[in-house]
């Protein structure tokens, strides 16, 4: 098992650029595939991001090039950068470990962090 934290969130104006950490202890994370997703109030949770263990990227259409995931595994942390921020991406962002893997639906996933608040204002 991983124990993920994420960070980085805030309040932001629109276009506006945030970078989110998730740092792992525990294990090393280089054994997983690491996901974003995000959560909206009254919205189920979403795919955001991911990358796997040998650096591949993928992405959901919304943030397709606004968002990028990368991984520093001296550092044991996955990042999202986001720029352009827009209202509608509004949601608290979680990070998730998948051992040896990566999926899209949140159930792939079997280790999640706390989670940070990202609000953008028009």
């Known amino acids: 098992q991983v124990q993920l934290v994420d960070s980085g969130g805030g309040l932001v104006q629109a276009g506006a650029s945030l970078r989110l950490s998730c740092t792992a202890s525990g294990r090393t994370l280089n054994f997983y595939g690491v996901g974003w997703f995000r959560q909206a109030p009254g919205k189920e949770r979403e795919f955001v991001a991911a990358?796997?263990?040998?650096?591949?990227?993928f992405y959901a259409d919304p943030v397709k090039g606004r968002f990028t995931i990368s991984r520093d595994d001296a550092k044991n942390t996955v990042y999202l950068q986001m720029n352009d921020l827009k209202p509608e991406d509004t949601a608290v962002f979680y990070c998730a470990a998948k051992l040896l893997s990566w999926g899209r639906n949140a159930p792939d996933y079997t280790d999640w962090g706390q989670g940070t608040q990202v609000t953008v204002s028009a």
């Open positions: 990358i796997n263990r040998s650096g591949s990227t």
